[in-house]
């Protein structure tokens, strides 16, 4: 008797303190959340005082003001390509009518909405139990629990992740910086992480559709077909440590189609034949090559953080005529062999894990890109937190990589600044600083990979 009251009153005990548990989950996940808000309002705030108090060098991003003329340019009956600088799909056009009818910070507001939906995602993927269980199983130290205290201990664990994932995003001063500013990266960010979000509830159709409506909005999200592809059809198992002798690192089993794939390609071909499809039949070519051809032939020869810029830049200038040479745009198109080569080869490689392929595809994809602005560090931030209980660096060594990956980027943006803004001419070291950032983002890459834990 006295034995089923002790186990009756750890049970009641378990029960009562899960349920405070929750309730301190759901106050943390407010606060933070609130917090977030607060701070993206008071930044959009101080950047209408900034623009008007220093129009020369405005807290706004180039990109909003042409968002907003592309919607200007659309309810007036014109196609926003009209704008020589438009190069987006017309949906974000769409999205930033309500900035030119009501105020125009409220493009901005948006793409904070979508900064915090970000925040949830991730929240969410990470308190997945996959995920958690690959954490708790990379952290565990000592005796195992077990029983109601194992239990809450997994709770704890998870609340705590959950929120410093959710919070590496919401208080990281570029993701912050990027959607205050009036661009629009968190809002492709939605549709990549809501394609995981769904793959993750064996909803294949909706991912591929969440996908789809990703590539309409930015192409760079077509590099995630294919590992998700061979995920979804069983293909590939878990590599074997990079390194190691006796075997492939790819492991591929018998290749047959299944029902899971033809779900999500129709789901992602519908979304973005439709969304294609109604933006060619209103805009027609000016739209498709504005918002996809136009990309890959690219040459943007204004210094950026890629290796190719300088090249690109000899080119044009050569020529005279603002990165439009044909030297220039074959150059470009070369840049895409190595970087599809790469990227691909990682998608295969680690296509069992698609959150971790994801991540260093991406990071892959930045690091060789043709044009790279800080903007495009945003892809590699929203797919970090997620994949982050694959990864297994210290946090000595994390830190050390974000110090060096952040050390890179200051390096370039000095002899950029004297550039800009001293007039100097200092293209050569610019671009040299540029080959040491790559190097620090290639050293990075290395390690994560390296780090992996199947």
């Given at each position: 008797m006295a034995h089923a009251t002790n186990i009756a009153t750890a049970k009641v005990g378990a029960a009562s303190s899960s349920s405070w548990l929750n309730i301190s989950v759901q106050l943390n996940k407010g606060a933070i959340f609130g917090l977030g808000i607060v701070v993206r309002l008071v930044l959009v705030a101080y950047g209408e005082w900034h623009d008007y108090h220093y129009p020369i060098l405005p807290y706004t991003d180039i990109d909003y003001a042409v968002f907003t003329r592309g919607a200007q340019l659309v309810l007036s009956g014109h196609s926003p390509y009209d704008c020589d600088t438009y190069r987006y799909p017309p949906t974000l056009a769409v999205l930033m009518i309500p900035s030119v009818l009501l105020h125009r910070t409220i493009g901005k507001l948006i793409f904070c909405a979508a900064d915090l939906v970000v925040a949830w995602l991730i929240w969410d993927l990470v308190a997945e139990k996959d995920a958690m269980e690959a954490l708790d199983a990379r952290n565990r130290r000592g005796p195992k629990s077990t029983g109601a205290g194992r239990r809450e201990a997994k709770k704890t664990l998870q609340m705590c992740w959950s929120a410093m994932?959710?919070?590496?995003?919401?208080?990281?001063?570029?993701?912050?910086?990027?959607?205050?500013?009036?661009?629009?990266?968190?809002?492709?960010?939605?549709?990549?992480?809501?394609?995981?979000?769904?793959?993750?509830?064996?909803?294949?159709?909706?991912?591929?559709?969440?996908?789809?409506?990703?590539?309409?909005?930015?192409?760079?999200?077509?590099?995630?077909?294919?590992?998700?592809?061979?995920?979804?059809?069983?293909?590939?198992?878990?590599?074997?440590?990079?390194?190691?002798?006796?075997?492939?690192?790819?492991?591929?089993?018998?290749?047959?189609?299944?029902?899971?794939?033809?779900?999500?390609?129709?789901?992602?071909?519908?979304?973005?034949?439709?969304?294609?499809?109604?933006?060619?039949?209103?805009?027609?070519?000016?739209?498709?090559?504005?918002?996809?051809?136009?990309?890959?032939?690219?040459?943007?020869?204004?210094?950026?953080?890629?290796?190719?810029?300088?090249?690109?830049?000899?080119?044009?200038?050569?020529?005279?005529?603002?990165?439009?040479?044909?030297?220039?745009?074959?150059?470009?198109?070369?840049?895409?062999?190595?970087?599809?080569?790469?990227?691909?080869?990682?998608?295969?490689?680690?296509?069992?894990?698609?959150?971790?392929?994801?991540?260093?595809?991406?990071?892959?994809?930045?690091?060789?890109?043709?044009?790279?602005?800080?903007?495009?560090?945003?892809?590699?931030?929203?797919?970090?937190?997620?994949?982050?209980?694959?990864?297994?660096?210290?946090?000595?060594?994390?830190?050390?990589?974000?110090?060096?990956?952040?050390?890179?980027?200051?390096?370039?943006?000095?002899?950029?600044?004297?550039?800009?803004?001293?007039?100097?001419?200092n293209y050569v070291e610019v671009w040299g600083c540029g080959l040491v950032l790559l190097g620090c983002h290639a050293w990075c890459t290395r390690r994560v990979i390296a780090s992996y834990r199947c």
């Open positions: 994932s959710a919070s590496l995003w919401l208080f990281n001063p570029l993701t912050i910086a990027i959607s205050t500013r009036g661009n629009a990266e968190a809002v492709v960010a939605t549709a990549v992480l809501a394609t995981l979000w769904f793959l993750q509830r064996g909803r294949t159709g909706a991912a591929g559709a969440a996908l789809g409506i990703a590539v309409h909005l930015k192409l760079y999200p077509v590099i995630y077909t294919l590992p998700t592809l061979i995920f979804l059809g069983g293909w590939a198992l878990p590599p074997l440590s990079l390194g190691t002798k006796g075997g492939d690192t790819l492991r591929i089993r018998e290749m047959r189609p299944t029902w899971a794939q033809g779900r999500f390609i129709v789901g992602a071909t519908g979304a973005l034949g439709l969304a294609t499809a109604l933006s060619y039949a209103v805009y027609g070519w000016q739209f498709l090559w504005s918002t996809y051809l136009y990309h890959f032939v690219r040459a943007d020869h204004r210094h950026n953080f890629s290796p190719y810029f300088y090249g690109v830049y000899l080119a044009a200038s050569g020529n005279g005529d603002g990165g439009g040479s044909t030297t220039a745009r074959v150059l470009g198109l070369a840049a895409l062999i190595p970087q599809a080569g790469l990227v691909m080869y990682l998608g295969t490689l680690f296509a069992g894990d698609l959150r971790f392929a994801w991540l260093v595809q991406t990071m892959a994809f930045v690091m060789l890109n043709k044009v790279c602005t800080s903007q495009y560090f945003v892809w590699v931030l929203c797919l970090l937190p997620v994949a982050a209980p694959r990864i297994g660096l210290s946090l000595r060594e994390a830190t050390g990589l974000g110090v060096l990956w952040l050390g890179g980027q200051a390096l370039w943006l000095q002899a950029a600044y004297r550039l800009e803004s001293g007039g100097e001419g």
